[in-house]
Nanobody, 123 residues
Framework: QVQLAESGGGLVQPGGSLKLSCVGS????????IGWFRQAVEERELVAAT???????YYGDSAKGRFIISRDNAKNTAYLQMDNLKPEDTAIYYC?????????????????WGQGTQVTVSS
């Protein structure tokens, strides 16, 4: 299975931006769908996901209009551009890899997880 490592988190003021990166190990990264999740207190929420070729993407309601997911398979890297950040976006953000998904991605589709990167939105 592919191993994943996130980076790019940090402290940002409300209205600011961050770009998270997820680097995968091994030659199979490009064959996996990649998702970004976040967890603040309890449930792990799916923020966005992209199919292996980047042509099919999914956004959770909290991400629509503010976040953009992308990937560069040549660099074994996926990204999450986050704009207009709000305090409620504060969470640990994880990237994860899945062989694919059905009608819509869900956490149980994802088989490999990174260790997470903290995003804090505060003035």
């Amino acid at each position: 299975q592919v191993q994943l490592a996130e980076s790019g988190g940090g402290l940002v003021q409300p209205g600011g931006s961050l770009k998270l990166s997820c680097v995968g190990s091994g030659p199979t990264f490009g064959s996996y769908a990649i998702g970004w999740f976040r967890q603040a207190v309890e449930e792990r929420e799916l923020v966005a996901a992209t199919a292996w070729n980047g042509f099919s993407v999914y956004y959770g309601d909290s991400a629509k209009g503010r976040f953009i997911i992308s990937r560069d398979n040549a660099k074994n890297t996926a990204y999450l551009q986050m704009d207009n950040l709000k305090p409620e976006d504060t969470a640990i953000y994880y990237c994860a890899a899945a062989p694919g998904w059905g009608s819509r991605p869900k956490a149980s589709d994802f088989v490999s997880w990174g260790q997470g990167t903290q995003v804090t939105v505060s003035s």
